[in-house]
């Protein structure tokens, strides 16, 4: 699916989306789930590729033809296996939806959420030159998102940030940096310490928390964690050393629906908010991420943007859409909440595989 606009981070750009859509079939309900590697190994290892081929050849032998009381046996159905978190995430989620819906009830409220509308922010990529940054963000706090994230790299950086606070006020902004820094950065990464930034996420690289708990210490800016949190030990780890402030929940990134839980759980009882993050999904991975966010300690706006922020047409009936007050209003039905667009996902589907017990 090709993005309205290229996508750029510090570690490179996305253009069309190569989407995996896993569909769990049991009873003549359909869970589905989307596994958002990206098109390389730029975010973590994973790939589109290497996601088909776990999927294949390792996640779906552990789970077809399995009876299960609950989805969050499925997670430990898994325990053989390393890593793979894009992959294992995307399966499991739709087996939590098939269930909701099996049940009848919402998926959030399956996961115990409880939130009847979230709070909505949008993530807004490196760009040309400033002027067209400053365009596309107009146009974004103008339609009512409540946190801007701005993707920044060395060079693209304090004077990007200075120009934004002069041109949109005290708009609630961050900066995400993707790893794109060093600890020897610290004197660059302190002069955004004067604009008032909600939170910088991930400034260091993505195997580290040592280094950003030493920087975190030189910083009045809160540290965002993301790439180096895997699971919810992981975030009590950080947490303990004061390696961040604020934790970003990927559900893919964490490996699924129960590991994000455990995390918020941990996060929640240390006091640490947490946000969901995005992977620049289609409708299915919006719907779960909207899911997950009506948890109680979800107390920031996330990535979660509208279908229209990436999409010409979505894959989803009807598309996820934000009120004017910058909230998304969770839906109210079994399962997902968002019905996918059989027609639209096989007109663009290239390749299907079915697996059967
Ligand atoms: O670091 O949060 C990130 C997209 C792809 C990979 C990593 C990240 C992102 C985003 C986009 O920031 C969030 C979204 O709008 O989906
Ligand atoms: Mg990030």
């Keep these: 699916m ?23 079939i049991g009873d003549g309900i359909s869970g589905f789930a989307e596994c958002c590697a990206l098109s390389g190994p730029f975010y973590n290892e994973e790939t589109v590729g290497t996601c088909w081929h776990m999927l294949r050849d390792f996640l779906i032998p552990a789970v077809i033809g399995r009876p ?16 793979n978190h894009i992959a294992r995430a995307a399966l499991e989620s739709a087996v939590w939806d ?18 009847t509308r979230i709070d909505v922010g949008v993530s807004v990529g490196i760009h040309p030159d400033l002027a067209s940054l400053c365009r596309t963000v107009e146009g974004f706090v103008r339609s009512g998102y409540r946190k801007v994230k701005i993707k920044i790299k060395p060079g693209w950086d304090v004077e990007v940030i200075r120009e934004l606070r002069r041109q949109f006020g005290d708009v609630p902004l961050m900066a995400d940096a993707n790893s794109a820094y060093r600890l020897q950065d610290a004197d660059t990464l302190r002069r955004l310490d004067e604009f008032g930034l909600m939170m910088i996420e991930q400034p260091l690289s993505h195997d580290d928390i040592i280094d950003h708990a030493a920087l975190q210490k030189q910083l009045k800016t809160p540290i965002c964690l993301d790439e180096s949190i895997h699971h919810a030990e992981d975030a009590r780890r950080a947490i303990a050393i004061g390696a961040c402030r604020v934790i970003n929940i990927k559900i893919a990134r964490v490996g699924g629906l ?25 409708g299915i991975g919006r719907a779960h991420n909207i899911a997950i966010t009506t948890l109680p300690g979800f107390t920031l706006p996330g990535d979660t943007s509208a279908s229209s922020r990436y999409w010409a047409e979505d894959i989803i009936d009807p598309p996820v859409t934000m009120e004017p007050d910058g909230t998304i209003l969770v839906p109210q039905v079994a399962g997902r909440g968002y019905a996918v667009n059989r027609a639209r996902l096989d007109q663009r589907t290239v390749r299907s595989e079915a697996v059967r017990v």
């Design 258 to 282: 129960l590991s994000a839980k455990a995390m918020h759980d941990v996060c929640l009882a240390a006091g640490v908010p947490v946000w969901c993050g995005g992977m620049l999904e289609t």
């Design 2 to 24: 090709k993005l309205l606009a290229p996508f750029e981070t510090s570690f490179g750009r996305e253009d069309v989306r190569r989407v995996l859509i896993v569909e769990a």
């Design 98 to 115: 098939l269930h909701a819906q099996a049940v009848q009830e919402p998926l959030f409220r399956v996961l115990g959420g409880s939130k």
């Design 68 to 83: 299960f009381e609950h989805p969050s046996e499925i997670d430990g159905w898994f325990h053989g296996i390393r890593r």
